[in-house]
């Protein structure tokens, strides 16, 4: 059972309880309907919160082992700017950006589990953040045109910022960090990108990206 479907279970409870304290309210019981009202409040409020939760979870993608979660394409459009090609694994969501630099680079937070949340089903996370280009050369990394292109949307209650911020009242989560991965950019080049238990990894999947990576 998902954390959607628990998350019904329990308003479902709520407002039978509701029920039940309206009714013995009106049949003048007003301990007992106080006491199942209070514990209906209870159930509502734990449910509502449940599904706060779940709705950021929909932003992340399971994780339980190495797979692909992206593939980036580039064509160069002159000197150190190139089109980037970016499609997201599954789904096949495409973004078109360019990039100026020698290498790009992808970023992702990845959120792990432990304990009760592994038991009912919680798998590690992932949510693909941004893509961005980069200079070899540090002069021009401090000084020359950044690009730098967002990649996902964060609704709902954000679990990986409220975990570095309040880590105790979130013992659920084992781990939280941020992962990265680099390459070259050259005409032609495409890569893949899979997520594994350490984090991102980025592989030539052409001639063109394994000649200007040395692969």
């Known amino acids: 059972m998902n954390s959607d479907a628990i998350a019904i279970v329990i308003a479902a409870f709520g407002a039978l ?3 039940l304290a309206c009714q013995r309210l009106f049949r003048g019981r007003f301990i007992a309907a106080g006491a199942t009202m209070l514990m209906s409040v209870v159930m509502l409020v734990v449910s509502a919160l449940m599904f ?3 709705v950021n979870l929909q932003t992340y993608s ?3 082992y190495e797979r692909p979660i992206a593939q980036i394409v580039f ?5 150190q700017r190139y089109r980037a090609t970016l499609t997201k694994i599954p789904g096949g969501d495409m973004q078109m950006l360019v990039l100026a630099g020698d290498e790009w680079q992808l970023d992702a937070r990845v959120l792990k589990w432990k304990g009760w949340a592994n038991v009912i089903g919680f798998d590690s996370q992932y ?4 893509v ?3 200079y070899r050369d540090i002069e021009q990394e401090k000084h020359a045109e950044r690009t730098v292109y967002g990649l996902s949307d964060n609704p709902g209650a954000d679990l990986w ?3 570095t911020e309040y880590p105790r009242w979130l013992p659920f989560i084992d781990a939280v960090y941020g992962s990265a991965t680099y390459l070259p950019m050259a005409d032609g080049a495409r890569y893949e990108v899979a997520l594994t238990q350490s984090g991102l990894i980025a592989r030539p ?3 063109a990206a394994e000649t200007v990576s040395g692969k």
Do not use: D, H, K, Y
């Not at 064509?75 to 000197?79: F, I, K, N, S, Y």
């Not at 949510?127 to 941004?130: G, V």
């Open 17 to 19: 309880l509701f029920i």
């Open 52 to 54: 706060v939760v779940a």
């Open 62 to 64: 399971r994780l339980t």
């Open 75 to 79: 064509e160069a459009r002159g000197p």
């Open 127 to 130: 949510r693909l953040e941004r």
């Open 132 to 134: 961005s280009g980069r």
């Open 161 to 163: 910022t409220l975990s």
């Open 205 to 207: 999947v052409n001639n």
